[in-house]
């Protein structure tokens, strides 16, 4: 289910990188005003394999301009989910284009920690051979 989810996600990273920033409508049809009276824009999301992999990528979505991240995280998974830690990890950063408030991304991990999950595994029912 979170491949197909992932899968679905990175075509609409896809499409938004590849038609520009998108202006987030209302029902009506006029675009959303946000806190700072600028219309809303659509948040853009960087999965790489390194942090820096993901400042590149929102460097090259912004055209060299400046970026306000706004939420960062780091995944421990295996070679296709993360639904089981592993030894591969990866990181994504939301952002959009504009000015930036100047903090950077601290990635916090969110995936399932490996230690819960070997204990839930010793948990689990012997089956006698």
């Known amino acids: 289910m979170r491949v197909i989810a992932?899968?679905?996600m990175s075509l609409l990273i896809c499409a938004t990188a590849a038609f520009g920033e998108?202006?987030?409508?209302g029902p009506s049809g006029t675009p959303l005003i946000g806190p700072s009276g600028k219309p809303l824009a659509s948040a853009l999301v960087a999965r790489c394999k390194l942090p820096t992999g993901c400042y590149e990528q929102a460097t090259g979505d912004c055209k060299g301009g400046s970026y306000q991240i706004l939420d960062?995280?780091?995944?421990?998974?295996g070679l296709f989910a993360d639904q089981f830690p592993g030894p591969l990890v990866w990181y994504a950063m939301s952002y959009v284009c504009g000015p930036s408030d100047g903090r950077l991304a601290d990635f916090p991990f969110r995936g399932v920690p490996t230690s819960a999950w070997y204990d839930h595994l010793r948990q689990l029912p012997r089956v006698p051979y």
């Open 6 to 8: 992932l899968a679905m």
């Open 22 to 25: 998108q202006q987030i409508v």
């Open 72 to 77: 960062s995280e780091s995944h421990a998974g």
